[in-house]
């Protein structure tokens, strides 16, 4: 079990997201900030909110909904003031919270996208690494306008990522949701409370057989990460003073019903082909198809124990706790895969790299996500992405995310840095953006800039 350097007694939760609708229409009494009139006073509001909501990172993990915070303003997208308060705005972002983590949506509505579309147009002109994006896409509502050009900038920007909103508009049908920091799928007005994960390889070492993994050994790992988390949450609701102080939940833009624990998982490749004794990668996890079925055994144990225990102070997810495929630490190097991912540089065909994720994604109701990385002749190729994106989303892949490998801004594990920001800092030069020290650890060590290279035609 790792804490993520958590420690023993978080004094807020992990992930914050707030409920921004309240800010637009009521503004903050705290900030002494009143309902923004004008884009320009959004922008403003929104940048001063942002710098007081706390997080795991001390940056705020989810800026809000883009397309519903600048709704009010999207006819007047055609004024040459829109774009520069947009780009300055995006900028602001990009150079005082610096760190990859922190995490925007887009979509999915049909209505009310021209300010979207621009700010696609700046992220790919102005070439950010942050913030994160995600398109929330649902085939039967999101225009495909809309879905063309945030495919068109996700292969020059590696951003945005598709969500299946269909997939997890029907499990939060109780609260909207967000995505949050790498691909965290949380409540709207709550969050994650805490995130400790699973190291599944490690846990498959104890184990003398299959069966002794399966009764004794996986269970008292799972047994153990679920006490953790009640002792995180008991301390952070009962101990802390968040939620009896802090202005967030005074003012109402956070509840604490809407919060739940989260269960990080790492490693299923490598425990999977651990116990079936198999040493080649190659002969493995995403070749194997007793390892796939292993590993959809496993997560369902998982997933049944994880179930049964009753969580505390999440009422809104039934008392539950939620998987979360954790997407890695610059340390793990390359003994735990992220979540339930095939490992780098052993990936699969495209189309049977698709179909063994989407089986095991249902699992993880809190997030899971795989990165695809293409070669240069899909750049005309847009409208075919988009039907592989759709197909993956029917068959039950929660999470689809790509990037060009001619790209300098890339995704690495869930987060974007830059290549340009890596090699300053391997030469010793300073690098703005926190998430560049991991990017240069995950590509070191876990070799997690060097996935397949899928070529159209090809694969």
Same mark, same amino acid.
């Given at each position: 079990v790792?804490?993520?350097n ?12 707030? =409920?921004?609708d309240i800010?637009?229409k009521?503004g ?12 320009l ?6 940048l ?6 706390p997080?795991?990172?001390? @940056?705020?993990v989810?800026?809000?909904?883009f ?9 007047e ?7 520069e308060?947009l780009?300055l705005?995006?900028k602001?972002?990009?150079k005082?919270l610096c760190?990859?983590f922190v995490?925007?949506?887009?979509g ?12 696609l147009?700046?992220t ?5 690494a942050i913030?994160n994006i995600?398109?929330?896409?649902d085939d039967?509502?999101?225009p495909?306008d809309?879905?063309i050009a ?21 499990e939060?049908?109780?609260?909207p949701?967000g ?6 799928a ?6 994650? @409370?805490? &995130?400790?994960?699973?190291r599944?390889?490690e ?15 996986l269970?008292k790992?799972v ?6 988390i009640d ?5 952070i609701?009962e ?12 003012e109402?833009f956070?509840q604490?019903?809407k ?7 790492v490693?299923v490749?490598?425990?999977?082909n651990?116990? &079936?004794?198999?040493? =080649?990668?190659?002969?493995g ?5 007793k390892?796939?079925?292993l590993?959809?055994?496993i997560l ?20 539950? @706790? ?9 340390? =793990?190097?390359? =003994? ?7 490992p ?5 065909e ?19 996500g ?17 039907d592989i994106?759709k197909?993956a989303?029917?068959?039950?892949l929660r ?10 801004v890339?995704?690495v594990?869930g987060y ?13 030069e300073q690098?703005?953006?926190n998430?560049?020290?991991?990017g240069?650890g ?7 800039l060097?996935?397949k290279? @899928? ?5």
């Amino acid at each position: 079990v790792c804490d993520l350097n958590e420690g023993y007694a978080p004094y807020r939760p992990r992930y914050i997201l707030p =409920d921004y609708d309240i800010l637009m229409k009521k503004g903050c009494k705290f900030l002494e900030l009143e309902p923004a009139k004008t884009l320009l006073e959004a922008c403003n509001n929104l940048l001063i909110f942002y710098k007081h909501l706390p997080s795991i990172t001390s @940056y705020p993990v989810y800026l809000g909904n883009f397309t519903d915070l600048f709704m009010p303003w999207d006819d007047e997208v055609s004024n040459p003031q829109t774009k520069e308060i947009l780009k300055l705005f995006l900028k602001h972002i990009d150079k005082t919270l610096c760190d990859s983590f922190v995490h925007a949506n887009i979509g999915p509505k049909s209505f009310f996208i021209l300010n979207v579309l621009l700010i696609l147009n700046l992220t790919k002109e102005m070439q950010l690494a942050i913030p994160n994006i995600t398109l929330l896409y649902d085939d039967d509502i999101t225009p495909h306008d809309l879905a063309i050009a945030s495919i068109d900038t996700m292969l020059y920007t590696s951003k945005p990522s598709f969500a299946n909103h269909k997939m997890y508009s029907k499990e939060h049908k109780n609260n909207p949701y967000g995505i949050a920091s790498c691909y965290n799928a949380l409540n709207i007005g709550g969050g994650g @409370y805490t &995130l400790p994960r699973l190291r599944l390889y490690e846990i498959s070492t104890e184990a003398k057989s299959l069966d002794d993994f399966m009764d004794n050994v996986l269970p008292k790992y799972v047994k153990l990460i679920l006490e953790n988390i009640d002792q995180r949450i008991k301390f952070i609701v009962e101990e802390s003073s968040f939620f009896k102080s802090n202005f967030l939940v005074k003012e109402g833009f956070v509840q604490r019903e809407k919060f739940t624990g989260m269960v990080g998982i790492v490693g299923v490749a490598e425990c999977t082909n651990n116990l &079936l004794g198999i040493k =080649d990668k190659a002969l493995g996890f995403g070749h194997n198809e007793k390892a796939e079925a292993l590993a959809a055994k496993i997560l369902a144990k998982i997933e049944e124990m994880v179930n049964n225990h009753k969580g505390l102070y999440c009422s809104l997810c039934d008392n539950k @706790y939620q998987m979360h495929a954790q997407v890695g630490i610059d340390t =793990d190097g390359t =003994d735990d895969a992220p979540g339930c991912r095939i490992p780098v540089g052993y990936e699969p065909e495209l189309y049977k790299h698709l179909m063994i994720e989407s089986k095991l994604h249902k699992y993880f109701p809190c997030g899971v996500g795989d990165i695809f990385k293409f070669d240069q002749t899909w750049l005309n190729s847009r409208d075919a992405i988009l039907d592989i994106i759709k197909g993956a989303f029917n068959s039950g892949l929660r999470y689809f995310t790509a990037y060009n490998q001619d790209n300098d801004v890339v995704r690495v594990t869930g987060y974007l840095v830059k290549k340009s920001e890596i090699d300053k800092l391997t030469h010793g030069e300073q690098s703005i953006n926190n998430c560049t020290i991991f990017g240069k650890g995950a590509k070191e060590r876990g070799h997690a800039l060097e996935r397949k290279v @899928y070529g159209k035609g090809t694969n």
